[in-house]
């Protein structure tokens, strides 16, 4: 049974560079893993990187020429580093060495070579690898030792905090994905004296934050607005809320990785006696050791 973390997942979002025949092919394949957006050019490509959230590139050997290849490609290349980008090879063609030779020196590092049905499989694993960035792959590893021995639904908080949309943004809609009443969610956390849930998720969400601005492609606006925020100027009223200092230098402080560190110094590491005996949903009694999770024998159900 999949975890409640996933019931409401969003489908990721590929902005493409392709022929009309490679668009059908890629939209065949990646149906209902990943949603294609087909684009003309470089620009639409990086307005999509910035106002969509896009989380990689395709880009066609056959679409692509010497001129489209060059600097506006290494500059989008550069400024996301984050986000990969891949070129696809559907079929042999004249210009095609020196085209994938541009395509290298302008930054792309990965060539799928489709012409065969693995390659379609390879393409689908590297788009979809997890459906996770990097900072909540990171993130969930990390918790993961630190978490050893926490009750089954403490970790789901964790894991919720970190695997949600960005658009569970407040307490309300992260007790919805928990599927626990918000009022149960935060009493449990008081009683347990442990910051508030609103402050895990806030922290939580600025450690996202961070690691998308390591793309130096993308604005507080973009940035705010992939988030869900209203507008910069209530992202700039978070940040200060919570860290006390400002947007921009929030950018200049932080990464995902050092943001990551602070959620784990001030929110995880002290208090680990308390959310070692911490059941904040509904859950049944559970713990989580070092390769996984395991319900205790006297809670699993019994046959006959």
């Keep these: ?34 949603q294609a957006l087909h684009r003309d050019s470089v620009e639409d490509v990086i307005r999509d990187l910035k106002e969509r959230g896009a989380a990689a590139v395709l880009m066609s050997v056959s679409r692509c020429s010497y001129e489209e290849t060059g600097s ?7 400024e996301f580093p984050r986000i990969p980008a891949v070129a696809l090879l559907t079929e042999l063609e004249p210009q095609t060495p020196q085209t994938v030779l541009a395509l290298g020196q302008s930054g792309v590092q990965t060539l799928i070579d489709v012409r065969q049905p693995a390659g379609w499989r390879e393409l689908r694993n590297i788009l979809m690898v997890d459906r996770a960035t990097d900072i909540q792959r990171l993130a969930l590893a990390l918790l993961t030792a ?16 970190f695997r949600c949309s960005p ?5 309300r809609l992260l007790a919805r994905r928990l599927d626990v009443l918000p009022s ?5 956390f008081f009683r347990a004296r442990l910051p508030a849930p609103k402050r895990y998720l806030a922290m939580a969400r600025l450690t996202r934050a961070a690691s998308l601005f390591e793309n130096p492609g993308l604005s507080v606006a973009n940035v705010s607005n992939h988030l869900d925020y209203s507008s910069p100027q209530s992202f ?4 200060r809320t919570v860290l006390h ?16 560190h602070r959620f784990r110094e001030e929110l995880v590491l002290p208090f680990l006696p308390v959310l070692r005996t911490l059941t904040p949903l509904s859950g049944p009694p559970g713990w989580l050791p070092a390769r996984g999770l395991h319900t205790p024998v006297s809670s699993r159900p019994q046959i006959g």
């Design 1 to 34: 049974m999949p975890s409640p973390a996933n019931n409401h997942d969003v489908l990721t979002s590929v902005s493409t560079m392709l022929t009309p025949i490679e668009r059908l092919r890629v939209d065949a394949a990646g149906e209902g893993l990943y």
């Design 167 to 171: 658009q569970v943004s407040t307490v």
């Design 146 to 161: 630190d978490l050893v021995g926490v009750p089954v639904d403490c970790w789901r908080f964790f894991e919720v905090l």
């Design 72 to 78: 506006r490609l290494a500059s989008m290349v550069r």
């Design 184 to 188: 149960t969610l935060m009493s449990r």
């Design 245 to 260: 200092t400002t947007a921009v230098d929030f950018r200049h402080r932080y990464d995902g990785e050092g943001m990551l």
């Design 236 to 239: 700039g009223r978070h940040v």
